[in-house]
Nanobody, 127 residues
Framework: QVQLAESGGGLVQAGGSLRLSCAAS????????MGWFRQAPGKEREFVAT????????YYADSVKGRFTISRDNRKNTVYLQMNSLKPGAKGIYCC????????????????????WGQGTQVTVSS
């Protein structure tokens, strides 16, 4: 079982940047697709980004395209989310997650498609 620990959240002004990290334990990390979801206060979790096990394929929610970048370093068992030009609506708990394998080609990037989750890190964007 892979365990995840997120870090890097905090308070930032609108227009600013943050880099989130997700450290994974377990040998199988490098063969798992990984992702980030966000849960805003009073709302359901929503997809932010996902990356294939090799790092060669990425997908983003339309709301973050061009501003957020997901990446991974399999040597360090870590996934990153670089967030630029942050907006107040980006506030929430950002959770890293993973798939015990690969997402299907028909993936909807819904929460149920991911097998394990971290506890999350809080991001607050002030206007």
């Amino acid at each position: 079982q892979v365990q995840l620990a997120e870090s890097g959240g905090g308070l930032v002004q609108a227009g600013g940047s943050l880099r989130l990290s997700c450290a994974a334990s377990g040998r199988s990390f490098s063969s798992h697709d990984m992702g980030w979801f966000r849960q805003a206060p009073g709302k359901e979790r929503e997809f932010v980004a996902t990356i294939s096990w090799s790092g060669g394929t990425t997908y983003y929610a339309d709301s973050v395209k061009g501003r957020f970048t997901i990446s991974r370093d399999n040597r360090k068992n870590t996934v990153y989310l670089q967030m630029n030009s942050l907006k107040p609506g980006a506030k929430g708990i950002y959770c890293c997650n993973g798939v015990a394998g690969a997402l299907p080609r028909s993936a909807e990037f819904a929460a149920y498609e991911y097998d394990y989750w971290g506890q999350g890190t809080q991001v607050t964007v002030s206007s």
